[in-house]
T-cell receptor
């Protein structure tokens, strides 16, 4: 079953604009992670936010976490064509089964 | 470069056949995960190993099996292959699992004809 679900499924913006994508999950978590996947390639880890953190920054990335709403958002500022990729959130299954569950992803297209 | 090596990169085989996918984790990582990604789909968790022991199982078919060896490399065996098994298979590794980011290989693209 899906733990994380990203929204929107697809997003198309102009270079220089900001891109925001959201992730909702169903159960309590230890942490939430965001990954990027370029077409047909392996996923690349972007950022990890722990359940006791509310906001985290890394370069042009800003992640927020609202555990009361069971949701997270990823903001990419001043987007570039190279940011074109799929973005996934992943949550650690808290039931003790030691597995990370990925959402269905947001496909971001940045137009030059 | 994530440090995770998957071989082969591409595999084309016929229905009913058996294949083995190999993964060498990043140096020092003890956990290995296997995921399946079908066309335009999310990642489906198959199985996880930690230091040679199976730690978690997902929706892995009975026709699929895996193991992690003492040197920590892992193999995913797919047998009695069906057309629907065509997908990208990713291996990822992490230091421990909990609160550790996953490092992904570039995947093996399996095509069953």
């Amino acid at each position: 079953s899906q733990q994380g679900e990203e929204d929107p499924q697809a997003l198309s913006i102009q270079e220089g604009e900001n891109a925001t994508m959201n992730c909702s999950y169903k159960t309590s978590i230890n942490n939430l992670q965001w990954y990027r996947q370029n077409s047909g390639r392996g996923l690349v880890h972007l950022i990890l936010i722990r359940s006791n953190e509310r906001e985290k920054h890394s370069g042009r990335l800003r992640v927020t976490l609202d555990t009361s709403k069971k949701s997270s958002s990823l903001l990419i500022t001043a987007s570039r064509a190279a940011d074109t990729a799929s973005y996934f959130c992943a949550t650690y299954d808290p039931s003790g089964t030691y597995k990370y569950i990925f959402g269905t992803g947001t496909r971001l297209k940045v137009l030059a | 470069d994530s440090g995770v090596t998957q071989t082969p990169k591409h595999l084309i085989t016929a229905t009913g056949q058996r294949v083995t996918l190999r993964c060498s984790p990043r140096s020092g990582d003890l956990s290995v995960y296997w995921y399946q990604q079908s066309l335009d789909q999310g990642l489906q968790f198959l199985i996880q190993y930690y230091n040679g022991e199976e730690r978690a199982k997902g929706n892995i078919l009975e026709r699929f099996s895996a193991q992690q060896f003492p040197d920590l490399h892992s193999e995913l065996n797919l047998s009695s292959l069906e057309l629907g098994d065509s997908a990208l298979y990713f291996c990822a590794s992490s230091l421990t699992g909990l609160n550790s980011p996953l490092h992904f290989g570039n995947g093996t693209r399996l095509t069953v004809t």
